[in-house]
């Protein structure tokens, strides 16, 4: 295996830590609320189990492939392997999204979490500093979007200051990252105990409620939340980033990833349950829901440790998502798709750091500007595209590449057609996936129709620039590389 210059410092248990890092924020801190609150109602915990289901079958070929290439880079290196240098850019580009706007979206939560505790302090953060420049509403089962007051400058230092900390070497940024998780484990097991004591279960009536239009509640709402979840599972993802710089990836990666996936499923499932019996599920559309639900409890000191543990939560998310977009774009950049900078390995702290911070200004930026509805929906579309063609990557290299060493193979096997394997679960998760990814894009073409232009202008504005960057940049670059690899 080609020296990448990344030390292999990482075995199962760091990785497991990792994925639950990664994992275990957005969706049960964050989303949470805004999925009951505007689709799914108390249905949100089927919505969660949905999203998990699709996550585990993807999760199952991301396995398979980091164990047979534990290369850095993860879905966008396999892809490149499978399906050439074209799709690999493709799939690249909307991981840079994917990270760069999943890191937005985290520091937003982790700013309303500090605003409701310092709140409580009688110490309240100013609006102009704590909202984005666009902010959503719910309106006649619809999400409407208009101009704010001021920007989350909160959000943005939080994105720069995990980009500092991942920026000072990697030990470091993993011993911060395990006592960041079992803080915010243990916080939110409390959460569920003791909030399991106080809920009202007429919050939890209707569990389905009616639909309202739309994709506003009943099983359309259902579904749609599931969509708007999906994102929340991503943290396996960045475990397979990290098979360059782990001693055993053929055990340790898929380990890390399925152990991660069923603890963090089972959790999201159990905090949904407590917290929209707590509050009824149309006041959970805040960016800090769990905060809001302790609050009802009426337990001040305990209202103030779950806040803590929130803050200790989306923090160490912050950093996992830090750390996987760095090693996306340096495998990308050493393919000569992006640039060089991206490469960058500090001699002695052995991280990449001019790519930690880069990442980070583009992530506060998105974090001071935009809301977390539009953000979870851009989030979700990509990822839905990016699990397709892990799946898809997975069945052509049972094909092509046979002499793969693969020590962990996707269950329940599947029929050989015409020279190409067909396997179960690969299929099934493309299908999945797709199911997913449909409501999302009904949704945001419905807001195009009614005036809302903005979802579907960054979709497809970051698209063109992607296009304009690998035409007349990437690609030249990483032929000539790839040229000069092959060279005498």
Known sequence: MADTGLRRLLDWRALLVLGIANILGAGVYVMTGTAAAQFAGPAVTVSFALAGFACVLVGLCYAELAAAMPVSGSSYSYCREALGLGPAWALGWLLFLEFSVAASLLAVGFAGYLGSLLAGFGLPLPEAVSTPLVRASLEHGHIVLSRGAGANLVAALAVLAAGGILALGISRSSLANTILVVVKVAVLAGFIAIGATAVDPANWTPFVPANEGGFTYGWEGVVRAASLLFFAFLGFETVSTAAAETRDPQRDVPIGILGALIACTLLYVATGIVLTGLVPFRELGVPDPIALAVDRIGWPGFAVLIKIGALAGLGSVLLANAFGHSRVCYAMARDG??????????????????????????????????????????????????????????????????????????????????????????????????????????????????????PALLLGGYALVGWLMYRYYGRERALARDARARAP
């Open 337 to 454: 798709l992006l640039p060089d900078v991206l490469t960058h390995v500090h001699a002695r702290r052995g991280s990449l750091w001019k790519a930690n911070l880069i990442l980070a200004a583009i992530a506060a930026f998105n974090a001071a500007v935009l809301p977390i509805a539009v953000m979870a929906d851009i989030i979700s579309f990509g990822v839905a595209f990016m699990f397709v063609v892990v799946a898809v990557s997975l069945i052509r290299l049972r094909g092509t590449r046979p002499d793969l060493e693969r020590r962990f193979r996707v269950p329940l096997g599947g029929p050989t057609i015409g020279g190409v394997w067909f396997g179960v679960v690969p299929v099934v998760a493309i299908l999945a996936s797709v199911a997913m990814v449909v409501p999302v894009a009904l949704d945001i073409l419905g807001q195009a129709r009614r005036g809302d232009w903005l």
